[in-house]
């Protein structure tokens, strides 16, 4: 059942970019909107399957496939990787609808696009760590080709770094998986088949600091960041949604898989470090979006602090924080597809992304009326504004986080009012003011510009309202990387209190919930 969401976007690659006799683009087009969407309704049939009680992992495949090495199709799916896989396959989506008719090489574009959705679904579905690794890289050369060949002027310069990074993102997650293996005498890569119990602190801290480095520039944290403003900026608009909404979430996905997940003990030793680290992300993404002039770029350091988040909540481990931190991930993804979809709507209307020219886009006659609303919302969303989903998955991080790391919580709620502060500038500069006479008869944006928008404004309004339908898959593989024990995951199979209702309660006592 899993494999299908791996096998339809590589077969579909094959099928696109290897279809016999001239086709036009938007045939090709077409084909791959409808293997996007099949992808979309392949996982909500998955989800309406999942059993929410169950914190393990379901729907497992399994098959050996190299027994020399210890590689296995290992496949399986838990309350983490499922909001995952249901944003790749949204996103993946919208970057077909929204900009497939302006492709040049659409025979290439296309089955990269699909090879990068296999990708992750792969490493989000893999239950072997071999084969994460593999998945892991298999997204580095569709991504590098995707900067290299469709982005702007220095996409050389930006996808050369990505590569290298990136690489050696995989060769340090490698080298802790083979040293995590290899030292506990585990005989095979199997997730669940590995425990790093036996091995003594020393060791178990080396390993996990190769983990935490290698995942740490995937996110980016910083000081590992610098590939990220090149590589958002300098992509193409679609491109930039798959880096920012779904492919930094390896990253965290990362840590609380394999990095929580396989060393629960250590982890606890190293959490105060990695809060302080993901504080800094947050203060320093923030100010240093305040600093831009260029309204991509500010989005892309507003990542680096958001993304931020999630580490704070997975240092502080306790479920409500990591059910925050899951949250995080998919709300950040939705508002960073949305803002990056915008600007890049903007920016092929007006021909510049510079505040110092933009402005008065809002005018209803002759500006972006309708585009600039939704980046209003946008940013709105962005800045945690209540009523929607960033507002949900960041109350959720600070309430979780604050009893294990309340310094750390509180400056991350202070950079929570910078993000305000620099949509504000952005917003003000470019939405508001007057339009100049001689320049401002912008093409009109069409609805297929418009459609992906809409789409994620409906989403991040609809789980912004009803949270409960972002937390609910993950309470229970939430409570059960905290815990990690045979007696808690019975606990956890019996119908717990729904996370969601913190939201809207206000004298919860979460010290109860968390005994």
């Not at 996982?43 to 296995?72: M, R, Y």
């Not at 997204?139 to 590569?163: M, Q």
Request: aromatic letters at 12%.
């Amino acid at each position: 059942m899993l494999s299908v969401l791996i096998i339809i976007p590589i077969l579909g690659a094959a099928l696109v970019g290897f279809f016999p006799g001239k086709i036009t683009d938007e045939k090709l087009r077409k084909i791959t909107l409808a293997i996007a969407l099949s992808l979309i309704v392949w996982t909500v049939e998955i989800a309406l399957k999942f059993n929410l009680n169950n914190p393990g992992l379901q729907f497992q495949e399994h098959f050996t496939w190299i027994p020399q090495l210890g590689l296995t199709y290992n496949l399986g799916i838990d309350g983490l990787s499922l909001p995952l896989l249901a944003l790749n396959s949204l996103l993946t989506f919208i970057v077909v609808y929204g900009y497939g008719n302006n492709v040049d090489r659409p025979r290439l574009y296309y089955p990269l696009i699909l090879l990068v959705n296999a990708g992750i679904a792969g490493a989000f579905l893999s239950a072997n760590l071999l084969l994460f690794v593999l998945f892991y890289e298999l997204e580095l050369i569709p991504i590098y080709l995707l900067i290299a060949i469709w982005g702007s002027k220095k996409r050389g310069y930006a996808a050369t770094k990505f590569l290298i990074y990136t690489a050696v993102s995989g060769i340090l997650i490698l080298a802790g998986f083979l040293g995590i293996t290899w030292l506990s005498n585990s005989p095979s890569f199997d997730y669940d088949l590995i425990s790093t119990q036996g091995l003594s602190l020393k060791t178990q801290l080396i390993l996990l600091t190769l983990l935490l480095v290698g995942f740490g520039i995937k996110i980016p944290l910083v000081p590992l960041h610098t590939w990220l403003p090149d590589a958002y900026v300098e992509s193409s608009p679609p491109v930039t949604i798959l880096l920012g909404g779904i492919l930094a979430k390896l990253g965290t996905y990362g840590l609380l898989r394999f990095g929580l997940g396989l060393f629960p003990d250590t982890w606890q030793i190293v959490a105060p470090g990695m809060a302080i680290i993901g504080t800094f992300s947050v203060l320093y993404g923030a100010l240093a979006a305040i600093a831009q002039q260029d309204i991509k770029r500010m989005v892309a350091y507003s990542s680096i602090g958001h993304m931020g988040y999630i580490v704070v909540a997975a240092a502080a481990n306790t479920p409500l924080s990591l059910v925050g931190a899951i949250s995080q991930m998919v709300a950040h993804g939705l508002i960073l597809a949305i803002l990056f979809h915008l600007v890049g709507v903007v920016e092929s209307k007006v021909g510049t992304r510079e505040l110092s020219v933009l402005n008065g886009l809002m005018s209803p006659v002759r500006g972006l009326p309708f585009t600039s609303a939704l980046l209003i919302m946008g940013g709105m969303a962005s800045a945690g504004i209540p009523g929607m989903v960033g507002f949900a998955a960041e109350f959720l991080v600070f309430q979780g986080s604050f009893s294990v790391f309340p310094i750390p919580t509180l400056l991350c709620i202070i950079a929570s009012g910078l993000t305000a502060v620099y949509f504000v500038i952005l917003l003000n500069r470019t939405c508001f003011g007057k339009l100049d006479n001689d320049t401002a008869y912008y093409p009109k944006v069409i609805w297929s510009e418009r459609t992906p928008a809409l789409v994620l404004a409906v989403v991040i309004f609809f789980l912004g309202i009803q949270p409960t339908w972002l937390v609910r898959w993950s309470e229970a593989t939430s409570k059960f990387l905290v815990t990690n024990s045979p007696v808690e995951i019975q606990k956890s199979q019996v119908k717990s209190q729904n996370l969601a209702s913190l939201i809207n309660t206000r004298d919860v006592n979460f010290l109860e919930y968390r005994n």
